[in-house]
């Protein structure tokens, strides 16, 4: 089969919650017609909501959303095998994330009926690949990428519900103090829970708190997760879409070689507030059909066979080990 892409993180299920959005946006760097230009076989859809009201009303429509997604003729539920099907050639492969658990369970909800929603979200997506626990902000459960707080009791609580479910938990938005507490918490239980950082780059590179210190990484490459590459412009430099290449590199040094995918973290950001962020990526790395010539680029500065692994079989065997 010839070479393909999947990457790990998309907001597109959050865009289509607006009014007058469309599959097909191209606004919008992970709608359906740059998917197919990207030659994306696996897309991993986030559901994802902002800690507060609303959270879980949200968290359910999207997952509503996903359902009516895979009933379409361009998508499929993709699993570690049915990629091959000659009837999915020309489709988009699908599953759902959860990115931020205050999309099941809000601050003020019981656990029980978390859980419930929690329930009902993998019913309706059929799986769930990897779970964030926390988004910027910090929840009930521990602390986002913007804040200090560690892994709280109601945190303690999530990881051992999920713990023997077939769900990753993702580092992308985690304080250090979550990360450090999810997997120390993993170890003294003994779980054998998969980690990734779905879309993160490296520290060392871009100092940003999205972006992975070097010990975390090890620990992920370590414990055979994933760290996907982040597009948007500041988790990969302020003014050079070159260091992209230098996040790589810098993974590579580290010992990322079976780790790294790509999570290049498209969404809808034309009305987005803060106006000192725009532009939001790098021309050239704004949409899904700049896969194929990123692709091409790894080939020539590294190897076909790295470009290969961070392109697809890096991710598919992460999926093939969850699915068993």
Do not use: W
């Not at 521990?142 to 023997?164: C, F, P, Q, R, T």
């Not at 010990?215 to 988790?235: D, V």
């Amino acid at each position: 089969m010839k070479n393909f892409t999947i990457d790990l993180h998309c907001d597109l299920l959050c865009y289509l919650l607006k009014a007058g959005s469309a599959i097909d946006d191209k606004e919008l760097g992970c709608s359906l017609p740059y998917l197919q230009e990207g030659n994306v076989k696996l897309q991993v859809m986030a559901i994802y909501s902002a800690t507060g009201a609303n959270s879980t009303a949200e968290g359910a429509k999207q997952s509503e959303l996903f359902s009516d997604l895979i009933k379409n003729e361009n998508f499929f539920l993709f699993n570690g095998e049915n990629y091959k099907n000659p009837e999915n050639e020309n489709r988009v492969g699908v599953i759902a994330s959860i990115e931020n658990a205050s999309g099941f369970c809000s601050e003020d909800d019981t656990l029980e009926s978390g859980f419930k929603n929690l329930e009902a979200i993998i019913e309706k997506t059929q799986k769930i690949l990897y779970l964030g626990i926390t988004h910027h902000t910090e929840n009930r459960f521990g602390g986002g990428n913007n804040s200090e707080a560690g892994l709280k009791e109601d945190g303690k609580v999530l990881i051992d519900y999920i713990a023997d479910r077939k769900i990753a938990i993702d580092f992308s938005h985690t304080s250090d103090q979550l990360a450090y507490g999810i997997l120390n918490y993993i170890d003294q239980k003994n779980y054998s829970i998969p980690i990734l950082a779905s879309h993160s780059n490296y520290r060392n590179i871009q100092d940003k708190n999205r972006n992975l210190p070097d010990e975390l990484a090890k620990e992920i490459i370590k414990r055979k997760g994933l760290i996907g590459l982040n597009f948007i412009r500041n988790c990969v430099d302020e003014t050079n879409p070159e260091k992209l290449y230098e996040h790589i590199q810098y993974g590579l040094d580290l010992g990322a070689e079976n780790a790294i995918a790509y999570g290049a973290d498209f969404f809808y950001c034309k009305d987005h507030p803060d106006k000192s962020r725009f532009p939001f990526f790098f021309e050239g790395y704004d949409d899904a059909s700049a896969f194929n010539a990123i692709n091409s680029r790894i080939e020539k500065d590294f190897s076909s066979e790295i470009m290969e692994k961070i392109s697809y079989k890096n991710a598919l065997n992460f999926i093939e080990r969850i699915e068993g």
